[in-house]
């Protein structure tokens, strides 16, 4: 790959670069940890993510999105004393 490279106008790139760019894409598609743990064939998910934990910057602004979609606008509490 490395000789190949110069002939193709690109930067010589090792193969393990392309194993982190592949886990950087799936990461970036939205598959999770231990579905990309399993592809890599990572023995444990804890591999994986010590390995690319920082590629999932935003995940809690993901997570925090996702919980509020579920909640429902209420215009009378739960805790009411009215009659319904």
């Given at each position: 790959?490395?000789?190949?490279?110069?002939?193709?106008?690109?930067?010589?790139?090792?193969?393990?670069?392309?194993?982190?760019?592949?886990?950087?894409?799936?990461?970036?598609?939205?598959?999770?940890?231990?579905?990309?743990?399993?592809?890599?064939?990572?023995?444990?998910?804890?591999?994986?993510?010590d390995t690319y934990s920082?590629l999932y910057?935003?995940?809690?602004?993901?997570?925090?999105?996702?919980?509020?979609?579920?909640?429902?606008?209420?215009?009378?509490?739960?805790?009411?004393?009215?009659?319904?």
């Open positions: 790959m490395k000789q190949n490279a110069p002939a193709a106008g690109l930067d010589p790139i090792r193969l393990h670069d392309l194993r982190h760019s592949h886990a950087s894409m799936l990461i970036d598609m939205g598959f999770d940890a231990l579905e990309i743990s399993e592809r890599l064939g990572h023995e444990s998910v804890k591999t994986t993510l920082h910057p935003d995940k809690n602004k993901k997570l925090a999105g996702a919980l509020n979609k579920l909640r429902r606008p209420s215009t009378s509490s739960i805790y009411s004393t009215e009659s319904p």
